[in-house]
Nanobody
Framework: QVQLVESGGGLVQPGGSLRLSCVAARSMNVMGWYRQAPGKQRELVATIAGGGSMNYENSVKGRFTISRDNAKNTVYLQMNGLQVEDTAVYYC?????????????WGQGTQVTVSS
């Protein structure tokens, strides 16, 4: 079954804002966001652990905020001050663990386009 369902992408002008959401089928240890821009490799944007520890890619620091609601198994990415360079497909991801090792899940991707 689908483990992660994300939403919230769209088309915005430079300086605009979007809020991405990703709902997991169950609790996850680490959740976050990757993105893949045209002609580039997929890169990590931000992560948040279950206890709230956060990490950000340098170019989004001060503009993007990752958060999670553990009761809803949901991770959010508030994106402010969007720039053309932020245009990409954004993928939710999550990691959890079982007795065999790490399990990684990916959302279906949501397009974020920043254009004037």
């Amino acid at each position: 079954q689908v483990q992660l369902v994300e939403s919230g992408g769209g088309l915005v002008q430079p300086g605009g804002s979007l809020r991405l959401s990703c709902v997991a089928a169950r609790s996850m240890n680490v959740m976050g966001w990757y993105r893949q821009a045209p002609g580039k490799q997929r890169e990590l944007v931000a992560t948040i652990a279950g206890g709230g520890s956060m990490n950000y890619e340098n170019s989004v620091k001060g503009r993007f905020t990752i958060s999670r609601d553990n009761a809803k198994n949901t991770v959010y990415l508030q994106m402010n001050g969007l720039q053309v360079e932020d245009t990409a497909v954004y993928y939710c991801y999550a990691q959890t663990y079982n007795r065999y090792g790490t399990l990684t899940y990916w959302g279906q991707g949501t397009q974020v386009t920043v254009s004037s």
